[in-house]
């Protein structure tokens, strides 16, 4: 494939020797941002007929008055781990995303709806779905950041992983529920290994801001090669959709731990009995991804990011 092939695509392969070689990467540092950036917040903010919960992570510093944003989508097993704290993962990407100079606000769509994981439960069933009541939520987020004195309303993101990054293939969407004609808008998107079938079946389905997709190969639980489709349609569009691909990275590819599990009871449409996956960290991957997040919002600023890409 040509340089100007790929650039079209918009798809990346990395190289299996780059994944040997980033095998000697260091562990995961984003605990060691919480020093340096604010004391996170419990927040509370208006939702699509509920109110919403969250957690806010102010910037590291204050090197101006307003700050770019972002907000953070999390997946089916929710935002909170078994003992009601923020889950290991969206901590490292909040903790991130302030030292990197963001206002990022973790959103919970799964507590103000009575659930906790949904991951068990087979799709049509689920409580929050993610193009209907999670979009929503998306906006009702965005909303609320637009009206703070210390975000910058033209410089808000949003980020999903998994259930969260499906929702984000809905909150592109012209016609996204909670998206109103004369409202805020989102800069960009950031979706890790969402589900991406849906958008090809509808024939207007459309971005309305760029889309940075970040997705494993070896991804039992939520196929990536729908994903690689819907770039290659997306290649020549006004706002153009990027799909990365990590060889040899499973479902929660970027977790902070290195290690490999089997998920017996999580619904899966592709496994034999409807059920079971494989998710974990791939250290290579999660640093490379970690790397390209950070560029692609980079290129969206007028400022360098500051602090540390790990």
């Given at each position: 494939?040509?340089?100007?092939?790929?650039?079209?695509?918009?798809?990346?392969?990395?190289?299996?020797?780059?994944?040997?070689?980033?095998?000697?990467?260091?562990?995961?540092?984003?605990?060691?941002?919480?020093?340096?950036?604010?004391?996170?917040?419990?927040?509370?903010?208006?939702?699509?007929?509920?109110?919403?919960?969250?957690?806010?992570?102010?910037?590291?510093?204050?090197?101006?008055?307003?700050?770019?944003?972002?907000?953070?989508?999390?997946?089916?097993?929710?935002?909170?781990?078994?003992?009601?704290?923020?889950?290991?993962?969206?901590?490292?990407?909040?903790?991130?995303?302030?030292?990197?100079?963001?206002?990022?606000l973790t959103l919970d769509s799964f507590s103000p709806r009575g659930a906790?994981?949904?991951?068990?439960?087979?799709?049509?069933?689920?409580?929050?779905?993610?193009?209907?009541?999670?979009?929503?939520?998306?906006?009702?987020?965005?909303?609320?950041?637009?009206?703070?004195?210390?975000?910058?309303?033209?410089?808000?993101?949003?980020?999903?992983?998994?259930?969260?990054?499906?929702?984000?293939?809905?909150?592109?969407?012209?016609?996204?529920?909670?998206?109103?004609?004369?409202?805020?808008?989102?800069?960009?998107?950031?979706?890790?290994?969402?589900?991406?079938?849906?958008?090809?079946?509808?024939?207007?389905?459309?971005?309305?801001?760029?889309?940075?997709?970040?997705?494993?190969?070896?991804?039992?639980w939520v196929p990536a090669a729908p994903c690689v489709d819907l770039a290659?349609?997306f290649a020549d569009t006004p706002f153009i959709v990027r799909t990365l691909?990590?060889?040899?990275?499973?479902?929660?590819?970027?977790?902070?731990?290195?290690?490999?599990?089997?998920?017996?009871?999580?619904?899966?449409?592709?496994?034999?009995?409807?059920?079971?996956?494989?998710?974990?960290?791939?250290?290579?991957?999660?640093?490379?991804?970690?790397?390209?997040?950070?560029?692609?919002?980079?290129?969206?600023?007028?400022?360098?990011?500051?602090?540390?890409?790990?």
């Open positions: 494939m040509t340089e100007s092939t790929f650039c079209k695509l918009g798809i990346a392969m990395l190289l299996p020797l780059l994944l040997m070689l980033g095998s000697c990467a260091t562990p995961d540092r984003a605990a060691t941002f919480a020093s340096k950036a604010g004391a996170e917040q419990r927040i509370t903010l208006p939702g699509p007929g509920l109110t919403l919960s969250g957690v806010l992570f102010p910037p590291a510093g204050a090197r101006r008055a307003r700050h770019p944003a972002i907000v953070l989508l999390h997946g089916c097993s929710g935002m909170l781990d078994a003992r009601g704290r923020l889950s290991s993962n969206q901590r490292a990407w909040a903790e991130r995303f302030a030292q990197w100079g963001f206002v990022a906790g994981s949904i991951c068990p439960i087979p799709s049509a069933e689920r409580p929050a779905r993610p193009w209907e009541d999670r979009t929503a939520d998306a906006y009702a987020a965005l909303a609320w950041l637009v009206r703070r004195s210390d975000v910058d309303p033209q410089r808000i993101f949003v980020a999903g992983w998994s259930h969260g990054g499906s929702t984000v293939m809905g909150v592109v969407r012209p016609e996204a529920p909670g998206r109103l004609a004369d409202g805020p808008r989102f800069r960009a998107a950031i979706a890790f290994y969402p589900g991406c079938p849906r958008p090809p079946a509808l024939n207007n389905y459309r971005p309305t801001m760029p889309l940075l997709i970040l997705h494993g190969e070896a991804d039992d290659r349609h691909l990590y060889p040899g990275a499973h479902h929660g590819f970027d977790a902070p731990s290195n290690r490999l599990v089997f998920l017996p009871d999580v619904y899966n449409p592709r496994a034999p009995d409807g059920r079971g996956a494989h998710a974990g960290g791939h250290e290579p991957s999660r640093a490379h991804a970690v790397q390209e997040t950070r560029a692609y919002l980079s290129g969206f600023l007028s400022i360098p990011l500051p602090g540390p890409a790990r």
